[in-house]
């Protein structure tokens, strides 16, 4: 008899244990998704106050809010850990200082996208949007099925962004 009662909780164990480890799996993966979207929606927020409490003279192309805005976002994530922004971050739309400015494209896991609206700073106030490509820790999985196209279960990667919005202060 007690032959039978330790098969049944091996039987009980294998049945089990799966679902309780993708439950472990699952609640540290909300909970490092959620400090990656805290650290990108503080690193938006400080790249915005810094560019609508820098006052730029507006005498020349080069703009200092968004000169200062970008440091900010830099030091930002690297104090958090993350990847620097790719690529320079120039003017997209509009004429320099007040234009729209903008690093490249999130393409892969672990790149970074900052844009900066300094357009009209005076009524619309200065908009950062900070995107990052977070990548799950089973990033990838897929179920194969028998058409041969696999379903996705979990992406490469999933977009975090957060958007900002300053009144720019000038006293």
Known sequence: MNRKIRGQNLVELV??????ILL??????????????QTI?????????VAASTVDSLQTTENEAVDAAVTAIQNRLAMAGLPQPGGAISAQTGTPPNALYQNGAVTNPGDVQVTIDYRNPTSNGVIVQVVYGY?????????????????TIIPDYVEVSSSQIQQYNTY
């Open 15 to 20: 049945i089990v244990l799966p679902l309780l």
């Open 24 to 37: 472990i799996l699952g609640i540290m993966q909300l909970g490092l998704y959620w400090r990656t979207f």
């Open 41 to 49: 929606e503080s690193v938006a927020l400080e790249g915005s106050n």
């Open 135 to 151: 990548r799950p820790i089973l990033a990838g999985t897929r179920i194969p099925m028998p058409s041969g196209n696999p379903i």
